[in-house]
């Protein structure tokens, strides 16, 4: 089997801007990923994370160096373009991962009102 890098797109959103919520939200959905594309944090090449103007209380990051094994997986925060009438208190990811699957076989989670940014990828058509 011939290994690549793929990515994996997820997102989800928060209620409120603090770090206990934003922490919570970053572990639900990277529990999601995980789960529906079953890695290992060795396998991860590097994470993408953006968020919105209005959350500025914590970095994504900082939530997802704390999951076993995620110490030496390169994380970036980065700003979302601003958009009129985009979704607000949104946390988007980018995952590259070294799999032997193939692009279209990797499982986008997007959660709670992110849901709304890409319906046609919600987890209910996988179960």
């Known amino acids: 089997m011939e290994w690549k890098v793929r990515g994996i797109r997820g997102a ?3 209620a ?3 770090p206990r919520a934003i922490a919570e939200a970053v572990n ?3 529990d999601e990923i995980e789960a529906h594309n079953q890695f290992r944090a060795e ?3 590097c994470v993408f994370f953006t968020t919105t ?3 500025d209380t914590m970095f994504p990051a900082a939530a997802a160096r704390k999951r076993p094994g995620w110490d ?3 994380l970036i925060d980065l700003d979302q373009m601003k958009v009129k009438g985009s979704l607000e208190y949104c946390i988007r990811i980018l995952i590259q991962v070294n799999t032997p699957h193939a692009q279209s076989a990797m499982v986008h989670c997007y959660l709670r ?3 709304n940014l890409r ?3 919600d987890l209910q058509i996988y179960s």
Do not use: S, W, Y
């Open 72 to 74: 030496h997986v390169p």
């Open 113 to 115: 009102q992110a849901q």
């Open 119 to 121: 319906p046609d990828l």
């Open 43 to 45: 396998d991860i090449v």
């Open 16 to 18: 409120k801007n603090a």
């Open 12 to 14: 989800t959103t928060v």
């Open 53 to 55: 103007a209005d959350l």
């Open 28 to 30: 639900e959905l990277l």
